[in-house]
């Protein structure tokens, strides 16, 4: 086994821990906090796309890697309407945990392009929490630090300890043993 392989694979091990660990204490608060069919709502709403992304990430990488980088861009929309919109539930936390999981899967073929949109998934919590740390929490602010200690922060790092594997993978996928490029194999067109 290359090294390549083993860092996707210990890379989708531990974003599937972590996601569902992460949902699965998400949606322990809501079933805590909410009565009646509410929490049972969220929890549709969250395991739904999460088993359809994952389903469509095993099932054609290359189609879920374009349906991701969109899932993304709502994400980011979604992220800037909450600066505006008071909402009281840690959606944005939650909405990456769940983009994170297909992208790791999608990862398993296309390292490389995982590792950035992990990068690009952690990005836009993170953005956020800079934003409402320059205004709304201003000088008495817990600051960047204390701000990364929040539900947001929770995600955000290992987040992008994940998209480091899958960049490492992706790179160590280009080289061989000793760093050297791997052989091409030869096709019918390139033998000579």
Do not use: C, N
Not at 114 to 138: D, H, K, S
Not at 177 to 186: C, L, S, T, Y
């Amino acid at each position: 086994m290359s090294l390549a392989s083993i860092l996707r694979k210990v890379a989708l091990v531990l974003t599937s821990l972590f996601a569902v660990g992460g949902i699965a204490f998400a949606l322990g608060y809501a079933f805590e906090d909410l009565s009646g069919w509410a929490p049972w709502l969220l929890t549709a709403a969250v395991v739904v796309p999460l088993v359809g992304l994952t389903a469509m990430a095993v099932r054609s990488p290359r189609r879920a890697l374009h349906v991701l980088v969109a899932a993304i861009g709502l994400f980011a929309v979604w992220a800037v309407l909450t600066l505006f919109v008071d909402i009281d539930a840690p959606t944005v936390p939650v909405i990456a945990v769940v983009l994170a999981l297909p992208i790791a899967v999608v990862g398993q073929r296309y390292a490389t392009q995982a590792g950035e949109l992990l990068i690009a998934v952690a990005a836009v919590p993170l953005l956020l929490l800079v934003v409402r740390l320059l205004t709304e929490w201003g000088a008495e602010g817990p600051g960047l630090q204390g701000a990364l200690g929040t539900s947001t922060g929770a995600v955000v790092v290992p987040l992008l300890v994940l998209a480091m594997l899958f960049l490492a993978g992706g790179v160590a996928g280009r080289h061989g043993p000793a760093g050297h490029a791997p052989v091409e194999p030869k096709t019918p067109a390139t033998r000579t």
